[in-house]
């Protein structure tokens, strides 16, 4: 059978394009997933069904993970370079299923840049249908939300925060920054609650929200456990898909392959077929189809680090609770990019990072035993820095080569540092002190000297899970673009990509939202002009 649309992916984006698409009872649709699928609510394992408590704290098991680890950069810690897990989730939903379901838009300005690298089709005002089409928001409707997606988005109330977000909160508006009711509007700035999509502390992946509405269509198939190896080529158009599943190697065959299997595991896809940067494939010993530098190029993420602080009661911390509620975004001083900051409240931390590689991962139901106390999480929202992905192997089975290059630019370090200072003097100001004993991290001694603060900041953050552009989008000038505006890939007829790996610059939000209105905006092109 040849279907008029394979979907790669059943993700944030490729979940929603597959149920698009076959909107269209006219249009068929094969939905490859390389992880399981779980199409009866009931049988959903509880760390991906239930969001507060599981939230970005823990590591998900083997089975729902594709367990990438990944360099964060070139400093080294005690003469050894720095390796951190980098989860993805493997499972119909993707990394929506496995996520900390901070639902936040990308802000105006972030598409102004967009239009302004020659993707006029992606203005603010062109993708705010799509943002408005994906949601049903609880608190607030009008020309900026939407009120019969899909995706349910809330913020908790004042009155469901926790004693250390109320803290934050206050101790932000008694330092001038102002209050924020909708981090949703288009350049909303300043502290106040997060859009969440975990309503009763369900967590909405776009398996819960889209998958679950189409799946019995019988012009979709979803095909779980099914990972695509590598795309054949004939001449400028994808002939088939080499699929492997439970140990059997097969082809499949579309007019059109969309690829949604996000920004690591495209570049992986797309290289080991051919098609990528000539010099780097050569040197792989692979046929280069098409020659496209860009590909596993410009990584952008969001790097995090943290201020740490023991509690007066550790048993005033309930981790059953929301942990993540209030965020601040501010510009850093004498910064030239608008709103670059993000930082937020985590109700409470944990002595260990599931990131470091060392670490056990805890799963399921958190141990206050693991509680040490409350930390603020610090963000550098609009990255100068850039990562890249490359093969390891020509074994499909092998994980690429992941170089996240965090806090590489002196740009980067110098905000993080001014953001760790931010969130020391919250957390020592009035409003905190009847919760917190003391800063744990970093100590005085750290933020000392310059140098010392510096090389710490550069050993120890981390990766905030925002892993986009390695597929970017761009203009018929920009060379090291991947795709056109409408997600066709470069040099040939019926290959798009659609998901985090093609924004062309990251937002400066949380990507798991803009990665879903690029699946809802793709998906009404596809669907229109296919
Ligand atoms: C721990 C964590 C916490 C996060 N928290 C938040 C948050 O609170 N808010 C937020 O906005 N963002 C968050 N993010 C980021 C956000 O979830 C991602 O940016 C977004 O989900 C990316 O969507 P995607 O469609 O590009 O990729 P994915 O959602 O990862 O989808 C890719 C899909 O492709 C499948 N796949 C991969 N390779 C193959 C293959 N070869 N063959 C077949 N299928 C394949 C995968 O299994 C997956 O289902 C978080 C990310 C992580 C890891």
Not at 191 to 202: D, K, R, S, W, Y
Not at 430 to 457: A, D, G, V
């Amino acid at each position: 059978m040849k279907y008029d649309f394979i979907v790669v992916g059943a993700g944030s984006s490729g979940a929603i394009i597959a149920s698009r698409l076959s909107e269209n009872p006219s249009i068929s649709v094969l939905l490859l997933e390389g992880g399981p699928d779980y199409p009866d609510f009931r049988k959903l394992p509880d760390d991906i069904k239930f969001g507060y408590s599981t939230g970005t704290y823990i590591a998900v098991g083997p089975e729902h993970d594709w367990g990438y680890i990944a360099k964060v950069n070139d400093y080294e810690s005690d003469g050894l370079s720095r390796y951190i897990r980098t989860p993805r989730g493997k499972i119909t939903g993707g990394t929506s299923s496995i996520n900390g379901q901070i639902f936040l838009r990308g802000l105006s300005h972030d598409f102004e840049l967009w239009k302004n690298l020659g993707l006029a089709d992606w203005s603010y005002e062109e993708v705010l249908p799509f943002f408005r089409k994906l949601e049903t928001d609880l608190d607030f409707s009008g020309d900026f939300h939407g009120e019969d997606g899909p995706i349910i988005a809330h913020r908790f109330p004042k009155s469901e925060w926790s004693r250390s977000q109320k803290g934050f909160f206050e101790s932000a508006i008694n330092l001038g920054y102002r209050e924020t009711l909708d981090m949703n509007y288009p350049d909303a700035s300043g502290v106040g609650p997060f859009p969440c999509n975990n309503p009763n502390g369900i967590r909405i992946s776009t398996a819960v929200a889209h998958l679950s509405q189409a799946r019995y269509r019988l012009n979709l198939t979803v095909s779980p456990n099914s990972t695509v190896n590598k795309i054949i080529l004939d001449k400028q158009k994808v002939s088939s898909l080499e699929v492997e599943s439970g140990g059997d190697t097969y082809l499949v065959h579309g007019e059109n392959v969309v690829l949604c299997a996000g920004a690591i595991a495209n570049p992986k896809i797309l290289m080991l077929s051919g098609i990528g940067p000539t010099a780097h494939l050569e040197k792989m010993g692979i046929p280069t189809q098409v020659d496209l530098p860009g590909i596993g190029q410009n990584l952008s993420d969001h790097p995090i680090n943290f201020v740490k602080a023991s509690v007066k009661d550790i048993d005033d911390l309930d981790t059953q609770k929301p942990c993540l509620q209030v965020g601040l975004r501010y510009t850093a001083s004498e910064s030239d990019i608008e709103d670059d900051m993000l930082m937020w409240m985590n109700s409470y931390s944990l002595s260990t990072d599931y990131r470091e590689v060392e670490t056990i991962s805890t799963q399921g139901n958190l141990d206050n035993q693991d509680v040490d106390g409350i930390q603020i999480a610090v963000s550098v929202y609009f990255a100068t820095s850039k990562g890249r992905i490359q093969l390891n192997s020509i074994d499909p089975k092998d994980s690429p080569d992941l170089f996240l290059n965090l806090l590489d630019t002196d740009k980067d370090v110098e905000r993080m540092a001014e953001g760790i200072r931010i969130a020391k003097d919250l957390m020592e100001s009035k409003p905190m002190r009847p919760l917190i004993q003391n800063i744990t991290s970093p100590t005085n001694y750290i933020l000392n000297s310059r140098e010392s603060f510096h090389n710490w900041l550069r050993t120890n953050t981390v990766t905030g899970h925002h892993l986009t552009g390695t597929c970017r989008m761009g203009s018929d000038t920009d060379d090291m673009s991947v795709v056109d505006s409408n997600g066709k890939v470069k040099g040939l007829s019926n290959l798009y990509i659609a998901d985090a790996s093609i924004m062309p610059e990251s937002v400066r939000a949380n990507t798991n939202a803009t990665t879903m209105m690029i699946g809802e905006k793709i998906s009404a092109h596809l669907e229109t002009n296919h």
